[in-house]
């Protein structure tokens, strides 16, 4: 039985993507940050998967908290064929550069990218191992491409940097049958971070070129299509999945 692990699993586009394995019939790993409360309801709602969850408490932005995920994920499963880095902090405030405190920016650069390292230097022994595994990073629009975004600038360059980790590290693990992969979510609204693409279909969305709204859905199949045993040969792609969505800039 296949093993993935998910960053900040228990909600959000995190959530979506744990379901989705689960569905598929891996066993899988979520770690959550301080929401006990989505935690407990995520392992109610998958009581019945047959001891097919695990649920651990561990802060990304702490070296020591993500050696303590990654071995609680192994000592429970025996093996991880799949790593998502789903968790990375983000300042929703519109802030230009010079504004940001230096608290700020050290932690969206820790959590963005160097929380990454420290997942993949856990991770990847074990995978190089079983000379299996897969990796998907989060990115944003346009991150391929390293591109200015007004008022993100700590974020959009944490993201920047992940891209090159991303492919770089996908040239160095493919002998060990290891692929890294990178999504890039459109705009995702809370109302639809955890819903499935039917229910996105059920609406209207004139500010988006496909006309409905993007779902947690959207995202979480495009990370189960490359993290299938037959996707071996994509690898170092970053792949956006955002509707026609311009994140930067108005498509219209």
Same mark, same amino acid.
């Given at each position: 039985m296949r093993h993935a692990l998910i960053t900040a699993g228990t909600k959000g586009l995190g959530k979506k993507a744990a379901e989705q394995f689960l569905q598929n019939g891996y066993a899988v790993t979520v770690s959550y940050f301080r929401d006990t409360e989505a935690a407990e309801t995520m392992q109610q709602e998958w009581v019945s998967s047959r001891g097919r969850l695990h649920v651990v408490q561990a802060d990304i932005t702490v070296e020591a908290d993500i050696k303590k995920l990654a071995a609680s994920a192994v000592e429970q499963f025996g093996r991880l064929d799949i790593l998502v880095c789903n968790a990375g902090p983000y300042v929703f405030e519109r802030k230009k550069l010079m504004d940001y405190s230096t608290e700020e920016w050290n932690e969206m650069v820790q959590g963005n990218l160097s929380a990454v390292f420290h997942l993949f230097r856990e991770v990847i022994p074990v995978m190089r191992e079983q000379q299996y595994g897969r990796i998907v990073t989060y990115g944003f629009q346009g991150a391929g491409d390293a591109p200015a975004w007004i008022y993100r600038s700590a974020y959009a360059a944490a993201k920047s940097g992940l891209v090159s980790l991303t492919k770089t590290v996908s040239i160095e693990e &493919? =002998?060990?049958?290891?692929?890294?992969?990178?999504?890039? @979510?459109g705009v995702?609204?809370?109302?639809?971070? =955890? $819903? $499935?693409? @039917? =229910? &996105?279909?059920?609406?209207?969305?004139p500010e988006t070129p496909v006309g409905r709204p993007a779902s947690g859905g959207d995202i979480s199949r495009a990370i189960a299509f490359l993290c299938e045993e037959h996707s071996d040969m994509i690898t170092g792609t970053v792949l956006e999945v955002t509707g026609g969505v311009d994140v930067l800039h108005k498509w219209r």
């Amino acid at each position: 039985m296949r093993h993935a692990l998910i960053t900040a699993g228990t909600k959000g586009l995190g959530k979506k993507a744990a379901e989705q394995f689960l569905q598929n019939g891996y066993a899988v790993t979520v770690s959550y940050f301080r929401d006990t409360e989505a935690a407990e309801t995520m392992q109610q709602e998958w009581v019945s998967s047959r001891g097919r969850l695990h649920v651990v408490q561990a802060d990304i932005t702490v070296e020591a908290d993500i050696k303590k995920l990654a071995a609680s994920a192994v000592e429970q499963f025996g093996r991880l064929d799949i790593l998502v880095c789903n968790a990375g902090p983000y300042v929703f405030e519109r802030k230009k550069l010079m504004d940001y405190s230096t608290e700020e920016w050290n932690e969206m650069v820790q959590g963005n990218l160097s929380a990454v390292f420290h997942l993949f230097r856990e991770v990847i022994p074990v995978m190089r191992e079983q000379q299996y595994g897969r990796i998907v990073t989060y990115g944003f629009q346009g991150a391929g491409d390293a591109p200015a975004w007004i008022y993100r600038s700590a974020y959009a360059a944490a993201k920047s940097g992940l891209v090159s980790l991303t492919k770089t590290v996908s040239i160095e693990e &493919a =002998e060990n049958g290891i692929t890294v992969n990178m999504v890039c @979510p459109g705009v995702v609204t809370s109302d639809y971070k =955890e $819903s $499935s693409i @039917p =229910e &996105a279909r059920r609406v209207q969305d004139p500010e988006t070129p496909v006309g409905r709204p993007a779902s947690g859905g959207d995202i979480s199949r495009a990370i189960a299509f490359l993290c299938e045993e037959h996707s071996d040969m994509i690898t170092g792609t970053v792949l956006e999945v955002t509707g026609g969505v311009d994140v930067l800039h108005k498509w219209r």
